[in-house]
T-cell receptor, first 113, second 115 residues
């Protein structure tokens, strides 16, 4: 079955540094991969979508890479700020369903001032 | 705000109660979703509606019953729940088109506690 792994340990980063989060998957070749941010008590918020034929996508201080050979996506937050502290979720599409995403459990990012 | 609202935000119910969760989206989307989120676990897709027809039902117990009267509204009817059903219930919406995946917009969720 499809499996997504995100680092379950919280990631502590000093303000101003680059935070890198990892999303690994097995037993599947997704066409799309999405990253979401979730704050406590709130629903996830969409950040970026990257397609299998795209190596990298950027949005302001965010950068996502997608390596289909390694079956891995990296999510970078550059010049990190305390306001970037949140849980970040990755999600992959399932080709046999037009509507279903498979989700990782998320990684909690803590930016220390 | 994301354009997706959910009520109530918090709900405590006994195992013999019947209650309903409500979701409304103001984004013009034609697909709506119910997810269950438990602590430190991935989002679990419960139901998907596209163009008001249910297209996915991931083997959810019958004590959860969805209803989608139109493309803007989605309900989750609850009855005789179990304590393990306590979780955050999230509603989401998106565009839908065969062969395409779109980003999903989530509501704030309903924190459900079953006593």
């Amino acid at each position: 079955s499809q499996k997504i792994e995100q680092n379950s340990e919280a990631l502590n980063i000093q303000e101003g540094k680059t935070a890198t989060l990892t999303c690994n998957y097995t037993n599947y070749s997704p066409a799309y991969l999405q990253w979401y941010r979730q704050d406590p008590g709130r629903g996830p918020v969409f950040l970026l979508l990257i397609r299998e034929n795209e190596k990298e996508k950027r949005k302001e201080r965010l950068k996502v890479t997608f390596d289909t050979t390694l079956k891995q996506s990296l999510f970078h937050v550059t010049a990190s700020q305390p306001a970037d502290s949140a849980t970040y979720l990755c999600a992959l599409d399932v080709l046999d369903s037009n509507y279903q995403l498979i989700w990782g459990a998320g990684t909690k990012l803590i930016i220390k001032p | 705000e994301t354009g997706v609202t959910q009520t109530p935000r918090h709900l405590v119910m006994g195992m013999t109660n019947k209650k309903s969760l409500k979701c409304e989206q103001h984004l013009g989307h034609n697909a709506m979703y119910w997810y269950k989120q438990s602590a430190k676990k991935p989002l679990e897709l419960m139901f998907v509606y596209s163009l008001e027809e249910r297209v996915e039902n991931n083997s959810v117990p019958s004590r959860f019953s969805p209803e989608c009267p139109n493309s803007s509204h989605l309900f989750l009817h609850l009855h005789t729940l179990q304590p393990e059903d306590s979780a955050l219930y999230l509603c989401a919406s998106s565009h839908s088109m065969t062969g395409e995946i779109y980003e999903q917009y989530f509501g704030p969720g309903t924190r459900l506690t079953v006593t």
